[in-house]
């Protein structure tokens, strides 16, 4: 990946040393630009071309593309590395679930009401899909553009429109048009048609050749050289393999050689992937889904509207699109879990997101109302923390003072992880409390903490 080294950004930059920008000099505002962690734009006295030059140097090699418009617009494509752990990805697959135009009136809305309630709480996030997918099964432009009023006016979700026609695409513009849906798709026979819509509504456009990749490079330069800006590429599904093989290869090209016709987000439809058995039908579609996922594809496409297919993507893309150099973690402090009282049992664990929600869902489990209470590990898990000694008796007992737990229970007694053993004595003596040692796996705390209520 192309990268300017501080020296080169220095040059382009004012060198007034005004330190408007947050930095108190220009060099110091170079270094932390070519290290990624200051905006070269904060600086006010850039020249217009030297606006030019950094935005063309700092862009990221794959496109950035917004589909949609307002809160809902969703943001594909703007990556810059081959590999998470060299960076980080930045915008996370957008998952699509497709309907068609041949749907009736009441079973689009049905459909549509089906797609915005499927919903995920997870790790203090709330995951669901993206996009809608209209198909323009019909070929019919009244039919389609019926079916995108429809749309229109059940959900703010963006559109992706499906349509080899221009005729058909038309009629669904002409509605939408305004709200920036993907155009999908040109295709070498319709490609002068569809740029041209795509130019008119100032929407992204997404061309479509299953062949080589270099007849889909040719296609990315005609819609370009007619002034079409943002493109969505699809390599089509013959085979999983030879799908797969190009989007690696696509990722390789655009930012590894910096080839900028394969510089584009991508999008896939793995109900392609049929099987002989309906039974298997799901399972396969959900399982090459995960597949594209993982190799780089900006936007999956699902056929069925089945809350179960959805739920293990959208897991998926919340651990790949982490910034793997930060833990996931939740604010420390002190939670009542259940209809607590001042007699409530109180534990302790760490501020590692995973291992608050476990043990969270295992107290919830035992129908004992309790406190946790979290302590700042940095997010690391209990055996994490305490082998690198952020999981510590001082670190707990400054916890129950700083969260006034005093205040909430009128016992002294906390319950410490039993692989955190060790620290219960200098913990009993730094707090004058009483340490139970608990389970050193919290499914044990079901039977753990009834046990001791009734003690």
């Not at 597949?291 to 999956?300: H, L």
Request: hydrophobic fraction near 40%; include cysteine; charged fraction near 25%.
């Amino acid at each position: 990946m192309r990268k300017l080294t501080p020296m080169q950004i220095y040059m382009l930059l004012p060198k007034t040393n005004c330190g408007e920008c947050g930095f108190p000099t220009c060099l110091a505002f170079a270094f932390n630009v070519a290290s990624g962690k200051a905006n070269v734009f904060a600086c006010p006295y850039l020249s217009d071309e030297a606006k030019r030059k950094l935005s063309e140097a700092l862009a990221p090699p794959i496109k950035l593309v917004t589909i949609g418009v307002g809160s809902e617009a969703i943001k594909i494509g703007g990556e810059r590395v081959i590999h998470r752990h060299e960076d980080k990805f930045y915008n996370p697959t957008a998952i699509a679930f497709a309907i068609s135009d041949l749907l009736s009136e009441e079973e689009l809305r049905k459909q549509i009401a089906a797609i915005e309630n499927t919903k995920l709480e997870r790790l203090e996030e709330i995951l669901k899909p993206d996009l809608i997918a209209l198909k323009g099964s019909s070929e019919n432009p009244e039919r389609f553009a019926k079916a995108v009023e429809t749309i229109l006016e059940t959900t703010s979700l963006p559109i992706i429109l499906c349509s080899f026609n221009p005729k058909v695409m038309e009629e669904g513009l002409k509605l939408c048009g305004s709200k920036r849906p993907l155009i999908y798709a040109a295709t070498k026979d319709n490609l002068e048609s569809m740029a041209k819509l795509a130019i008119e509504y100032d929407c992204p456009l997404a061309i479509y050749e299953p062949g080589r990749l270099e007849s889909l490079a040719e296609l990315v330069k005609k819609a370009r050289n007619m002034g079409v800006k943002d493109l969505v590429l699809d390599v089509g599904f013959n085979d999983l393999r030879e799908t797969l093989e190009k989007l690696v290869l696509l990722r390789h090209l655009a930012i590894g050689e910096e080839k900028r016709e394969y510089g584009y987000p991508t999008i896939t439809f793995p109900s392609l992937a049929t099987t002989e058995s309906d039974a298997l039908a799901d399972f396969w579609e959900v399982t090459v889904a995960t597949s594209f996922m993982i190799r780089y594809a900006s936007i999956i496409v699902l056929n069925s509207i089945k809350p179960w297919r959805i739920l293990p993507l959208l897991i998926l893309r919340q651990g790949i699109f982490r910034d793997p150099r930060i833990h996931p973690r939740v604010k420390p402090g002190l939670y009542a879990i259940g209809n607590v009282n001042e007699h409530s049992p109180c534990l302790v664990t760490s501020n590692y997101a995973l291992t608050y929600f476990t043990v969270k869902s295992d107290i919830e489990a035992s129908k004992v109302p309790s406190y946790l209470l979290v302590v700042d590990t940095g997010g690391l898990s209990v055996a994490s923390a305490f082998a690198g000694g952020k999981f510590t008796a001082e670190k707990i007992a400054e916890a129950i003072e700083e969260y006034k737990v005093k205040e909430k229970v009128k016992h002294r007694t906390m319950i410490i992880p039993g692989l955190t053993a060790k620290i219960s004595g200098k913990l009993e003596e730094l707090t004058n409390w009483k340490v139970i040692v608990g389970p050193r796996d919290s499914s044990e705390l079901r039977v753990f903490l009834r046990k001791i209520s009734t003690t």
